[in-house]
């Protein structure tokens, strides 16, 4: 499951209640967030464990991670909300070695 924010509220700005409603449904699910800036850090994976009107929180592992919707591309996750394979480079905010 996807959910795009430049599909549903055009640029990424302006979510609105529902992008954050949809986020909500997602909460205590494993899921992979790839972000709109580029780099190592384009993808973080964790626990999404709370939707603020801002920003949400992922935990992954002892590290827990405050991202800025607007800096949010998409969230995915598997079905059942098990974990999700971070893209390649990238795993919980870390560069890979």
Known sequence: M???AEG???GG???GRSF???LQRELNDNVLVILTSGGAYSAVAGILSRVM???IV???GNVILEIPL???AT???LAGGGPVAPAPGSVAGFPAN
């Open 75 to 77: 969230v995915s996750k």
């Open 8 to 10: 549903y509220y055009g």
């Open 58 to 60: 992922l935990i992954n």
């Open 53 to 55: 009107p801002d920003h």
């Open 13 to 15: 700005r302006g979510y």
């Open 70 to 72: 607007d800096r949010i």
């Open 20 to 22: 954050y409603n949809l």
């Open 2 to 4: 996807a959910i795009e």
